[in-house]
């Protein structure tokens, strides 16, 4: 089996291992939950995570709320909706308020699955008294423009919302929240992750209105007072568990490519940096392989979630820019392969998860007659591994837990 064909069924076993479904029924036959339960869904994953819950719990009465085109199909016992994201539109609106109309109620005997996965912040929102849904629209449409960051953004949404922030459950107390978290955060960071419904905030007011400043954000004087109101510090219902994140996604890319016989170095799970540069370092490593401590064959694995800084108008993503960008440093090196995937399928506004390159992409690519550094500065990394041969391509996967790679050193 070539070095490209080991990565790629290292590739398609994590995926496989990582799938939303099969994390959610793991971590509830642990949990050994034999009582009747009420279930909450919200994220891009919801569907799938609703629908595995619903094949291992007795539940009287489940909601789902997930992006437009994210749901399979009705699921017993469970309401479905579908709603607007990044952006939060009218069905995230009725939706919460179902939410709200049918849990609101729920007493100490009470038990909640909470299923949380990315894109909740949007799909599950109602706006705080005094506060009109389209600010919360606008503001959010703001930050989204301004370059602010993922804890940023929640940051000011939580206290926009009267379901972020831990106030949703403050809502349902007494009732008892158990929360199976999907992590697109780097750091697994609860408060953040959907702006964290269920969990105690530990962002500030003066946190909030330092955003405002920095962004120069336009608000009203409404949105200035609830803004200033402190969200809940303390949760005593909810208790939480991260059953999917990056480090997991590493952790099984580390499993697998051991059963091949590579040596394994988890990089760090913490890349955050522009994707080109990032293409670099990885390559970097490979072209002093020799005077690392890396025992050869090596498997080395990195996760986090990079960005692109657009400069031109073509087609790609952060995934395929970085090994793009990998590529054009080990032309024609041989026993290299260097991998990213978005876990989600899908690499920016493309079809492709992300990219599989070696010593040959650069080569094959100047063989037909192209200018592979014109692909690079023009952010078409898609069409350049298009003509290589060299795009991954997994479909969607149902997940979110960042991007994950690799780098495979053979002999």
């Known amino acids: 089996m070539s070095l490209k064909n080991i990565a790629e069924s290292i590739v398609k076993e994590t995926i496989e291992e990582i799938l939303p479904e099969n994390l959610v029924k793991s971590k509830l036959k642990e949990l050994n939950i034999n009582e009747e339960v009420y279930v909450l869904s919200i994220g891009k994953a919801a569907w799938r995570m609703a629908k595995a819950a619903s094949e291992v719990l007795k539940v009287k009465k489940g909601i789902v709320i997930t992006k437009y085109g994210h749901s399979l199909g009705n699921i017993d016992g469970f309401d479905i909706f579908e709603a607007g994201h990044p952006i939060p539109d009218d069905n995230s609106l009725k939706a ?19 299923l949380v996965s990315g894109g909740g912040s949007a799909l599950f929102e109602l706006p705080e008294e005094g506060i009109s849904f389209g600010e919360i629209q606008d503001i959010t449409k703001q930050l989204l423009n301004s370059g602010a960051d993922i804890v940023e953004i929640n940051t000011i949404r939580k206290r926009l919302s009267r379901v972020k922030g831990g106030k949703f459950a403050k809502i349902v107390y007494p009732a008892k929240i158990t929360a199976l978290v999907l992590s697109d955060v780097l750091g697994d960071r609860l408060e953040s ?24 954000l336009r608000i009203t004087d409404n949105v200035l007072k609830v803004l200033k109101k402190e969200t809940p510090k303390e949760i005593k219902n909810a208790v939480h568990y991260v059953i999917g994140s990056v480090d997991m996604a590493c952790k099984t890319v580390e499993k697998h490519a051991k059963k091949e ?30 005077q690392t401590s890396f025992k050869i064959p090596a498997c080395i694995i990195y996760g986090g979630e990079t960005v692109v800084k657009v400069r031109g108008n073509g087609k790609g993503g952060r995934n395929q820019e970085l090994v793009f960008s990998a590529a054009l440093e080990i032309e024609g090196m041989k026993n290299i392969v260097i991998v990213s995937v978005g876990s989600d399928g899908t690499d920016g506004p493309t079809d492709a998860a992300g ?10 690519i100047k063989r037909l007659g192209k200018n592979p550094y014109e692909y690079l500065e023009n952010n078409d990394t898609y069409n350049g591994l298009l003509i290589s041969g060299d795009l991954l391509k997994t479909g969607p996967t149902g997940t979110n837990v960042n991007d994950f790679g690799f780098l495979l050193i053979g002999r």
Do not use: W
Not at 104 to 114: M, N, P, S, T, Y
Not at 193 to 215: E, H, M, Q, W
């Open 96 to 114: 919460t308020e179902f939410v709200i109309k049918n849990f609101e109620k729920l007493g100490k005997d009470d038990h909640l699955i909470f």
């Open 193 to 216: 992750i959907a702006s964290g419904p269920a969990y105690p905030d530990i962002t500030t007011k003066d946190n909030a209105l330092k955003i405002v400043k920095k962004y120069n």
């Open 261 to 290: 016989g590579f040596n394994t170095y988890i990089l760090t799970t913490q890349l955050n940096c522009e994707a080109r540069e990032a293409g670099r370092f990885v390559a970097s490593i490979a072209k002093s392989i020799n």
């Open 355 to 364: 990219g599989i390159v070696d010593g040959e992409t650069i080569v094959k």
